[in-house]
């Protein structure tokens, strides 16, 4: 679907602007942050539902986290871990190599919407996040291709299911 098609009303909060992307998603929502720990919010009860519903929806989605580590994930958002349970063939988690370095965290949605924000103290606070289509945006194109360079560099290492023990 084109990000045109999308028809995403931007609500005031970059969190609201992100799950509105989901809820439209077809293919494939990316998270590629470097300690998710930083995100809690990201594991919200309302982004959860919303990811479920997507993946309820479309069997051929995909949820990729690439993170730290899986107990990060598990930890900070234990409702990822709970959908996991429900669609751990969809749900899918890459430890990834300290050494792919990326200036950017990022939740990319099906490749035209990314929520990102600067890798630095600073990108902790809510308030510096952004959330939009990443047509007309350099920044954005830039924050999501380079996370998905981390993803293209990082398939060289098993995915395992979110819900593993």
């Not at 986290?65 to 899986?70: M, R, T």
């Not at 430890?95 to 600067?118: F, G, K």
């Not at 560099?153 to 819900?163: A, D, E, M, N, Y």
Request: aromatic residues 8%; negative net charge; glycine residues 2%.
């Amino acid at each position: 679907m084109a990000h045109s098609e999308m028809n995403i009303t931007p609500p005031s909060d970059w969190i609201e602007q992100l799950q509105a992307a989901i809820a439209q998603a077809r293919n494939e929502v990316l998270f590629a942050l470097t300690e998710p720990s930083a995100f809690p919010s990201l594991g919200c009860l309302a982004v959860v539902q919303t990811v479920r519903a997507m993946l309820h929806e479309h069997s051929h989605a995909k949820i990729l986290f690439l993170a730290d580590s899986v107990n990060s994930i598990r930890q900070v958002w234990p409702r990822f871990t709970q959908a996991a349970q429900w669609y751990s063939h969809q749900m899918q988690i890459q430890i990834v190599d300290a050494s792919l370095e990326r200036q950017y965290d990022v939740c990319a949605v099906d490749r035209s919407w990314v929520a990102y924000a600067p890798l630095r103290d600073t990108a902790r606070n809510s308030e510096v996040w952004r959330c939009s289509p990443i047509a007309g945006n350099p920044v954005a194109t830039y924050a999501m291709e380079e996370a998905l360079e981390a993803l293209k560099r990082s398939q060289l290492s098993t995915w395992s299911p979110v819900g593993l023990p």
